[in-house]
């Protein structure tokens, strides 16, 4: 029993050291073994990160044309490769152009040094007519609101109608000569221009219808009494009654003065627009000559085109028509009493003009409008008015 003791004691004094130790390494493993997994946890997500990333890239790229890495110069040359391009390439020879391809040295005036005066004098002539209708346009307003024997409404019915048609075609034919000028005056023929400047001169010839039917019964009927075509029939539009009106304490004697004062007034401005009207017509009538002329050279250039050829046979006859027409206004209106027989001959003038004209204006539309232009219509006529 003694020596079991004994054994007992020695054992227990040699693995209470080693106990403590073991006790010491069970605390201390735990710790060490928990900073391990974490790591290799961090470890494998990076890993798993990585492993995405590249799946996710194959995958973007799966199934992509090769065309789309492949250097761009590679595949003009590889296009002769697609199967059935010979036959692809035969038959686009085979097609016929519906309309012949526009020539820029047509189109741009620089690259016709011949050319080029002749459009730059047409480019002064539209101009030139502009203005010139402009003010024509001033002188009917002026007619159709204060003019005795024209003025609206309670004046001369055919008066007030020719002069408020009168006002109307001289706008509509701004508008178209300002739509030639903005062809003519360009570096190139701009066909939107051209195709504006032939439906407004469309529309003002009829204008010029309208204004010759309303004026042509009185100033081709030789017979009536033109002092009484002209004076005011009303008694309560006479001037005399106006003043009476505003000045009724005066005596007869000024009275009288004012009334001839304000005539002498009235009749003076009259005159003025009709030496207004005087130079608008010589202005217009010089113009035309310049116009036919170049209109003669277009018709002789452009007559082998069947359409561009009428265009200007018609456009000739017009011009010479209304050189016609404003030459005898000019006698009109240039002379202090008027000339009857000169305003009928003006209003058979502008008619045959206005008929003549309009149909050339109208077809010139279908090559000025075409989209695109017909070129060798384009380039043969000059503009329509």
Not at 330 to 351: E, F, N, R
Not at 358 to 377: H, L, R, W
Request: aromatic share 8%.
């Amino acid at each position: 029993g003694s020596q079991s003791s004994h054994i007992t004691c020695c054992v227990a004094a040699i693995t209470s050291p080693v106990m403590e130790d073991t006790q010491e390494l069970l605390t201390e493993v735990p710790l060490e073994t928990s900073k391990s997994s974490w790591s290799w946890k961090i470890l494998g997500s990076l890993a798993a990160l990585a492993t995405l990333t590249v799946g996710v890239y194959s995958f973007s790229n799966q199934g992509r044309p090769e065309a789309t890495i492949a250097n761009p110069m590679d595949l003009v040359q590889d296009w002769e490769e697609i199967p059935g391009i010979d036959k692809v390439v035969e038959h686009a020879k085979t097609l016929e152009l519906k309309q012949p391809l526009r020539n820029l040295n047509d189109l741009f005036y620089e690259s016709q040094p011949e050319e080029l005066p002749w459009i730059r004098t047409e480019c002064v002539i539209d101009v030139i007519q502009g203005a010139a209708y402009l003010g024509q346009a001033v002188v009917f307003l002026y007619k159709a609101i204060k003019y005795d024997g024209l003025r609206c409404p309670d004046n001369s019915p055919a008066g007030c109608a020719a002069s408020v048609a009168g006002f109307i075609t001289s706008i509509t034919w701004i508008a178209s000569y300002l739509s030639f000028a903005a062809s003519a005056c360009h570096l190139a023929v701009k066909p939107d221009a051209l195709c504006a400047g032939d439906w407004t001169a469309l529309m003002a010839n009829f204008g010029e219808m309208a204004t010759v039917g309303a004026a042509v019964k009185e100033d081709c009927d030789f017979g009536k009494d033109w002092l009484k075509v002209l004076s005011i029939t009303d008694d309560d539009s006479m001037p005399h009654t106006y003043w009476k009106n505003f000045v009724p304490s005066l005596n007869s004697g000024k009275a009288d003065t004012l009334i001839h004062w304000d005539h002498f007034n009235t009749v003076q401005r009259n005159r003025n627009f009709d030496i207004t009207q005087c130079v608008m017509d010589v202005t217009n009538s010089a113009s035309y000559i310049v116009r036919a002329i170049l209109q003669l050279r277009s018709a002789a250039l452009a007559c082998p085109q069947p359409r561009a050829c009428a265009i200007n046979i018609m456009n000739i006859i017009s011009s010479f028509a209304w050189i016609s027409q404003f030459t005898a206004l000019a006698v009109s209106d240039c002379s202090k009493y008027g000339k009857q027989k000169a305003l009928c001959t003006a209003d058979i003038s502008d008619m045959v003009a206005a008929v003549t004209n309009g149909p050339a204006a109208g077809v010139a539309t279908t090559s000025d409008c075409a989209s695109p232009p017909v070129p060798e219509d384009e380039i043969h006529h000059t503009p329509m008015a």
